[in-house]
């Protein structure tokens, strides 16, 4: 269970990381929308191992294959298949982890639920299977793009102690993508780089922040009560690999604010309202006020990390374990694609109940 | 849409501020269950305007009656009802609310997504409306104790930057409910209900954090990969009025680790496999692993000040608004039993997808 | 589970025949459309028990209040709650009911899947379950009617052995409600009552067959593969009591023709595409063609009867029963609303969809 | 949208006649049930074209390939993805479709839906879509097998007017094989088979009515009240192509019983409760009772016949089509294991929701 997101615009991932395949179906996608290979790969090349020197050497060109749901390159308003086949799978470096469990991975509460685990490569608990998210993300980036003029822009905030402040008027995908670090700084990045360079020297990793903006979204999405735009975004973060957190507009940091400090005044101007401040991350009541949605994502380090751990065997012995294989020492940069691919999901999905109830 | 939250136990709610009644219905409550008006009251009255000098002083007895679902005192399998009569609605005091929007409230999403609002007392965006969540939380609490022996226990952690730390084998229901601000350290308390005061004193208003504990639930609850419990509990928590972030276990001052620091260490004893530390919060790759799950939420400051603050009306004319009416100047210790439901809510989800599948 | 039906226009029921009260919560009933109790009581009155001479002369008023979902007289688009209070219980009736299982009714079963059973009345079991899929029907008309012009209209074309052919151009409602049979055809009708006041009289039952009948629905409504819309209709006609057979257009006496026979012809005129014969029942594929929609349904004779049957105890040993109470010798013309409150829900549902993916 | 099935038992297929690929996703299959691809395509070979002189002469071996969520050869909880690729695909026969609506096909809905329609092989619309239905409900019957002794069986009742009676306590799945048109009846098979042979001749074609049947199903599976057992059931069996009714028990013959002779009498034999007749074909208060289930589907005829006929052109000028290629003048024997494998997708969904709330 727990494989599908979305109510109205409707994702189903499947695969492992050393299965036959890792895909998706899209359903309720609407009819008429120009899609080819040539709008999924480029994501998926941004988040696929062996981009550059700071992420997993796994040598994958994940190739993604649209298997339904077009006819003379439009949607047809059917369920959209797309597919990745896993080629570098190596399944040997894992052996160890077939007999004990890696800390802070899922190796130990798989085998607790289901009593029996796929422990090759990380089985369905890998981030690969965030490979099928990527490609619905981008039929749902450009879905939005097209009929609503939504754009939708993630970047690094954040590696270990290494902070930056993005002002959301300036940044744009050019500088985003000027560096291996996915953060719009370039002199940041830089040094967000050298972190990350060191902890694989010395075995370890690191985690880091991500911030989300999105461009355009008119005001009205998002539904009352359970399904609050900024609830939906929530679950979607949360339900990445690694994720620990989430906050919207002023966040934990909006608590040490008063509600005088806080509050977003309201403003006319050639008929078009907007408000002065945005603490509230262009969502209020659940519903976006048409202001700049933006929220951010905090990613643990990586689990996997060349020491001994102490752990427990498959018998519940204590024991230690050292990962093998090629691993990145930080997925942030990586997860860029994967937050925006998720975000985009959550509006494609509200975008369309908007259209049902009120359009 | 979105008046409903769960797969398994399923949960709707209905209501306005001002309307008729508050009310729940409960769909997929095992049957057999002793139930009585007696187990719900209480939690209503732990969320209640008027408890306490912090809090609104909105004159509601909140008393609640079970409409279906029960014979000879348990539940059937059936639909359980709950409902509650607003009585002490004064309509009056938001006339003004009618022709503007009040700033960071739901008046100005209502209204573009709608065309529509029930300007009354916030209408659906009330905070009453998480009155049908206590009652069936209440439910899902009692269902998890007797079925699953499983404990959630919250409280504040933060109110504006007054800080505590509570270690979690230590804190207990007496502690917590032992002062107003529903804090588990009562000096802090005490400073907690002073900021509060002198926010109202000052017509201004302050957020805070509340962290939740759950204790005793075993391994194996959540879904791969988009359910993950993670996932479901943050959902639920920013689809909370004035919920602003949501982290579990180490959240955002976890980014500052690095993987050796945040890993936790597996060991067995007597049979029973625990982790040294707990940075994941209980939960790895989406599903529980036996350690205690915590989890913390950042309120924003009250939006309701009662000062004049900036607006646009509903002609888009750019105005001003002072609030009137009775209000809080802080939410949080009110917020306490609701985020216990919500929690309770999830789990008990999540306790049913399990005993289908796994069970 | 299963106490709600729909996916964009969703509707959750909840009550037992002697509970406190019958109710009904409509989620995505889209705003601005004028509602009063007004548009709901007359489709209860027809539903009612005690409106005439050959239905159970429980005596309940089956009045409605609206609690919660409109302001100033229209939808917000927020949670439609309505309720009727039970008033003529009279659970001293069913007594003998508590002990033993009534043969084809729902007792044993109910006893089999939960453990607990209420047995007053038949508890959820009981057709009063249909008052809230009336009234929320009633609300599922009215958008159809006047977003959509859209009408649904259902009649008596079976009383045990007496069937009537009733020529879709020319029926109305007028006609029949002309009758307390509610047959369109006046003679016919006659005889059908005739027939429920002898085996009334001889503490027998009947059933009988409805024919629904939609006109106005554009063509694209339903949605393949699973969700067709024969497939929700049917699905929403079975899970009515009593019913045990459903059937579109041709039915299952299609199947004595052959393709040359029973296929549609398509014509032209005036730029609207028709089809010559209607042997599809308004729907290909899936999804309405344009013209009529037209199903049946049949319902069984009413398990109630006035005899000594044999049965077992719920100690599990035979022995016999006789029912005590008011009971309907015939449900068939009461449920005539039902069935058409059931055809808007599926409708109002699938215009949403409609609206969402192609509006 | 609604390309999904079920609650707990979630099947979700995709792809179109001439696509690359047909498949499904099963979410929600409990882990640790043995499965390989020997256990789905017996299922689809009974399914494919080309198995018999009175199916289409298609060329298609219909493959099938697991592509994920088995682990050493078993379940492992996680999505179950299986395909077969599309081989014998000739879109050349069809070009006179992409002008040309064939009537009583899905053709013109489509397009009036979704304004662009895979006119190939009629794209989604095709029969070849239950492929995915079918490998799903193998892997459903297995489950429902192997946990619960649920046995499923269906076989044809009748082809145009050729009508048998089958004792329930009889029919096997080796008489059901033992001839081309699946009927229990060898000599009725005979008459039924010469009756395809000459519609064929006559470029015509002919439906008929499938009986399933199913044994071994414990009390208590069905959820009140829209879910019930049937109310799945029908909606499963008018979700598949051609087909126009469906009846449970009695059915539509049960309408010209009295009550008196419908009710099925409760018998207590050694502890164990049965009915002495089964007019509820096994279901009460949509609830398995624990008698045999049993149910029938109406097939229509084929639409697509061998000779010249009325339509439109997609200019909405009158015209006339004649069909080409290579079809089935009776889809009805192939549908056998298509109607199995729905029944078992629903009961292994009810087993699940029985398992998480009652179990």
Not at 179 to 194: G, L, Q, T, V, Y
Not at 278 to 288: A, L, M, W
Request: charged share 25%; proline share 6%.
């Amino acid at each position: 269970m727990g494989n599908t997101f979305g109510h109205m615009f409707r994702t189903t991932t499947w695969g492992e990381s050393h299965g036959g395949s890792i895909g998706v179906v899209i359903d309720g996608c609407p009819p008429g929308l120009e899609l080819s290979e040539n709008d999924i790969q480029p994501e998926l090349d941004r988040r696929r191992p062996g981009q550059s020197k700071i992420a997993s050497p796994r040598k994958e060109t994940d190739t993604v294959h649209i298997h339904s749901g077009l006819f003379e390159g439009k949607t047809t308003g059917t369920p959209i298949c797309m597919m990745v086949m896993n080629t570098d799978a190596r399944p040997e470096a894992y052996s160890e982890m077939s007999k004990k469990f890696r800390p802070s991975h899922a190796d130990f509460t798989y085998t607790m639920k289901y009593g029996i685990r796929n422990w090759q490569g990380g089985g369905r608990a890998s981030a690969r299977e965030t490979i099928g998210r990527v490609a619905a993300g981008a039929v749902a980036k450009k879905f939005l793009a097209q009929r609503f003029g939504i754009d939708i822009l993630a970047y690094v905030r954040q590696i270990h102690k290494i902070i930056v402040e993005i002002d959301p008027e300036q940044v744009n995908r050019e500088i985003v993508e000027s560096n291996i670090a996915r953060c719009p700084e370039p002199n940041k990045a830089d040094e967000m780089i050298s972190v990350i360079e060191r902890v694989r020297s010395e075995g370890n990793s690191v985690g880091g922040v991500i911030e989300c903006l999105t461009r355009g979204a008119p005001a009205g999405l998002g539904e009352p009560v359970f399904d609050k735009l900024e609830a939906d975004l929530a679950k979607a973060m949360l339900s990445l690999p690694a994720t620990k957190g989430f906050e919207i507009g002023s966040g934990f940091s909006g608590v040490t604010m008063t509600g005088a400090e806080h509050n977003d005044p309201f403003r006319s101007k050639n008929g078009r309202v907007y408000t002065e401040s945005n603490f509230s991350g262009g969502v209020q009541g659940g519903i976006s006020n048409g202001q700049p949605i933006f929220f951010r994502v905090a990613f643990k380090p990586v689990a996997t990390i060349m020491r001994e751990q102490k752990t427990v065997d498959t018998d519940l012995r204590n024991t230690t374990i050292t990962a093998k294989g090629r691993h990145d020492p930080c997925v942030v940069p990586r997860a860029v694609p994967i937050v925006e691919a998720m975000t985009a999901l959550v509006l494609a999905d509200h975008a369309l109940r908007w259209k049902a109830q009120c359009g």
